[in-house]
Structure formats: C-alpha cells, structure tokens
C-alpha cells in the first residue's frame, strides 16, 4: 500500500533500522506503522522529524529538460558545446565538482576538457592558459575551480578570461551586474542555484529576513546581493563575526557556506528557518558533509541535504550556462 503520510515525517537518520514491525512482527499497513512509530519512545523526537528535506534533484532535473532541444537546436547547427575545466593542484571539493560536472555534460550531449596545473603553477603559466583557451574557438566556456592556492590571484586570472566564456561569473563585469541586478550576466553557478532551488521550493523573498555565511566572490557575496534584488533583508557573517548565534537569530532563511563541518546545529538556528547549506567538506572518511549537523538541526522547518542539495543544481545551472554562452558565441548563424 502506498504511504498515507508525507515522506519528510519519517525521520532522517534513522529510517528503518528500528522500524516497529522489526521488534513486534507486526504485519500493520505502512500508515499503521507511520502512526505507531511517532508514539514510540525511541524515534526521534518529532520536531527532527519534521525538518523537511529540499533535493537538489528535481530542480536539477527540471533544468535540464529545459535545456535539452537547445542543446539539439546547436547540434542541428554543427556547434557541441564545450567547456574547459581549468584547476589548479588537487582539492576535494574540486574533484567532486570536476566529476560531477562531466558526468551532467555529457548526459547534456555537450563536451568538456579538463586542463590541470600543478600546485606549484606560477601566475604567468594560469593567465597563458587562460588566454589560450578564451582564443580557442572550439571552447565556449570557461571553469576555473576556485579557491585557488594562496599564491594565485584569482582577480588576475578573471582578467585573462574571455568575458563571453566567464560562466561562472568570475569577471568584474558579471560581479557588477550580479550586485546591480542586471539579468543579462551569468552570476556564479553556486549563487545562481542557490536561487533556482529557493524558487522551485516557493520561498518568499519579500518580507524574509537572510543570514548568509561566507563572503567569497563565488558564494557568499553574491548569495548575499542575489537575495538583497528580491527584497530580502540579509545579513552577512564571516570568520570575524563574533557570534554566529546572533547573525542568525532573526533569519528566515540562513544560507551557509563556509567550509566548516559541524558549526551549524539547534544552538545556532533559530525555529522555522530554511537552511541552504552550499558547503561541502570532507569528513575523515573522505565522505562528504555541509556546515550543518543533520540530526542536530532542531525544529527547523526545512533544509537541504549534503551530498543532495544545491551540488546537484550547481552542475545543472553550469551546463545551462554554458549552452547560453554558446548560443550567444554562435548568434550570427
Ligand atoms: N555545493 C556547491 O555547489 C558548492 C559548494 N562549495 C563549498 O562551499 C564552501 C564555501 O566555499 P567558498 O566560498 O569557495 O569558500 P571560501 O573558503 O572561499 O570562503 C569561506 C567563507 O566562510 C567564512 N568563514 C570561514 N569560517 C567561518 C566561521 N567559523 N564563521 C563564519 N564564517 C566563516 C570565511 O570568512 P573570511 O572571509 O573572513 O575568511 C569566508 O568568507 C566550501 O565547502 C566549498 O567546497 C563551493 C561552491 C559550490
Ligand atoms: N569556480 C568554482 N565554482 C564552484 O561552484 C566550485 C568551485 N569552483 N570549486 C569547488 C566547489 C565545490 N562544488 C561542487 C559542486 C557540485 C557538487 C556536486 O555535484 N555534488 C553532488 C554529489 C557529487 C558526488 O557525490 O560525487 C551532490 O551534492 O549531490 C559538489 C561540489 C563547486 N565548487
């Protein structure tokens, strides 16, 4: 029988393992169980399991069918698009990024060539790539994977980037219309699917008060300035906030991305948020985990999953990107 319960009032974490069936032999309806199991002393607590889970997928999902008779459109044209991954050194965070990335392209019929420098590239050596590639006809865009190491400059590099190429918003110009909210730029992917999977789940912007942690340039500040052109109220944190508890105590809607596994839990969001949590940190492991405690997370109202969340909107926002820049790249036809 199919469940008569919503599927986010089954907790998460701690699905199945002690499902009342396993202890009594009962044979009850699935909605008999549902009911006995939030009586039972030793289920969550309700309030945890009432945090309702925001999937990356069917957002993702929804964009890519979106983009699927554009990219045919090109292809009747003799243009594939193709993006050129540029990274620098080896990172965790790159790395999922770079195979997820593929793996959306090419089940999107587009291309992708990765170029990898090693750790120890000089700034010449990055700005001549750069250029190489925005010259290269059959490249329509570019991904440099930041952060880079400390010795880069990532200004510098986002000079030697073609601006029609700058997919990920990377560019002085594409930063300026992302803070002005012009709607002609590409913002970077991650702001931009932060903003896909909030509409798609129906937030209201207006009236909201934000939290957003984290002011990188392909994050946190444009997070922030996204939010601020729908009539958000936003507050921004950052390593020198002094208390994340208090940057966070008004907010509607908190969108972390700070790299720090385990600082967000119930001490520090407040009752009926939405948390975006955009990080994607490496557990000792090497699995992967956001900002945010999943069984910690209070009486929250709703949250995205890590792996599941906003990664997965990432790749589909990138690969609509870059189809867009090879369209314009190809308006003459
Ligand atoms: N899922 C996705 O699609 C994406 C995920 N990511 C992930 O998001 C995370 C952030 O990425 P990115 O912005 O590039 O990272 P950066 O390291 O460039 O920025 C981190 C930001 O968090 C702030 N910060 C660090 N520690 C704290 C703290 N304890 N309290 C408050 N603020 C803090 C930093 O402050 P300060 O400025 O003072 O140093 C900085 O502004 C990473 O885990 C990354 O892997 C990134 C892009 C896409
Ligand atoms: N210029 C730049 N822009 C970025 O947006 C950027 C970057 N550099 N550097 C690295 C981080 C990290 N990042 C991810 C995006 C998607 C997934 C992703 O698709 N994750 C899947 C899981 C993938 C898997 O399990 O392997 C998910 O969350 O469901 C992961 C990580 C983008 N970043």
Redo the contacts with the bound molecule.
Sequence with gaps: MAPLLPRWLIPVGCRIARWPSESTGSSTSYAGKETMRLETPWTLPRKDSAVIELKGKPVADALMSALSVRVQALADRGVTPQLAIVEVGDDS??R??RQAAIRRLEAAHCEVAVISLSDKATQPELNETLDRLSADDQIHGILLL??LPAHLNEQEAADHTSALKDVDGMSDASLAGVFLGNPGVFA???AD?VIRLLNHYGFEYRGSRASV????????RPVASLLLVRDATVTQ?????PS?KD?CSQADLVVS????LG?LDQEVLPSGCWLVD????SREDGSMA??AVWDRLGDIAAATP?PG???A???AVLAEHLVSAAERQNAHF
């Design positions: 965070a790159n999922w990024y930041r952060p970077p992917c991650t699917a942690l984290g002011r990188s340039a392909v994050v946190g944190a950052h390593s020198k906030t994340l940057a991305a700070m790299g720090v600082a955009v990080s994607c940190n956001g900002d890590v969340g906003v990664g909107v990432t790749t």
